[in-house]
């Protein structure tokens, strides 16, 4: 008995399935722990970078609990939950760019909560391997699935993308403002992590839908 067909017999589930399932719990143990961090951090603005509420940056971080703890076991979670999803998702399909890009989003994630903000540069680094990879794996994931979701896919990553790449172009081409500027820093990111957050439970419940608890129709779409 192979390892899919034990997963199948426990739980009654496909590795697609399972896969789903995870990244359904991911987006929304996402989604809901940063809303949660935000309504318990003092006088928080959206116009304040995400990460503020697990620390603010050097030279005077500022942390307050109980967002700091909810936000980072949030990161830590979600992270986890990703990467155990992507390991699915990479013994079910044959393009294995895209769960081997799920991956890396994960770590990033993950990478997040370990490293506060206050913790340079190791903080900035992983939130940038998470808004790259995140970015790139939503665009990826447009090449697995069938329309008009593979449509919503390349949207969401196109997005994404296109606003974390721009931040770059106005900052270090132009070196002028960016034209949302007006959002604050904290709006401007909100326009490239939401999009990957929206897209997790989106692509879970895809996942969910299309999986028949037998073989997995998923699997067998994206290898024709």
Excluded: K
Excluded at 51 to 57: C, F, P
Excluded at 115 to 138: C, E, M, Q, S
Aim: glycine fraction near 14%; proline fraction near 6%.
């Amino acid at each position: 008995m192979n390892d899919d067909s034990t997963l199948q017999s426990r739980l009654g589930l496909s590795e697609p399935s399972a896969a789903g399932f995870g990244l359904t719990v991911a987006g929304f143990v996402g989604f809901m722990g940063i809303i949660t961090a935000e309504v318990l951090y003092p006088n928080y603005s959206t116009r304040q970078d995400i990460s503020d509420l697990g620390s603010t940056r050097p030279p005077n971080p500022v942390i307050h609990e109980p967002s700091a703890t909810i936000f980072n076991t949030t990161m830590l979670v979600t992270g986890a939950v990703v990467v155990l999803s992507a390991y699915l998702l990479y013994r079910t399909v044959d393009r294995r760019g895209f769960p081997l890009a799920l991956a890396v989003f994960g770590v990033g994630a993950f990478g997040v909560g370990v490293f506060p903000g206050n913790v340079t540069p190791w903080h900035g680094i992983f939130a940038l391997l998470t808004f790259f990879a995140g970015g790139i794996t939503v665009l990826l994931s447009a090449r697995v699935v069938s329309r008009p979701f593979s449509f919503l896919c390349g949207l969401f990553g196109g997005i994404s993308l296109l606003v974390l790449l721009s931040v770059f172009f106005f900052g270090l081409v132009v070196r002028g403002s960016h034209p949302l500027e007006f959002l604050g820093g904290g709006g401007i990111e909100r326009w490239v992590v939401y999009p990957l957050i929206l897209w997790l439970p989106a692509f879970g419940g895809y996942l969910l839908a299309g999986a028949d608890g037998a073989t997995g129709t998923f699997a067998d779409e994206q290898r024709s």
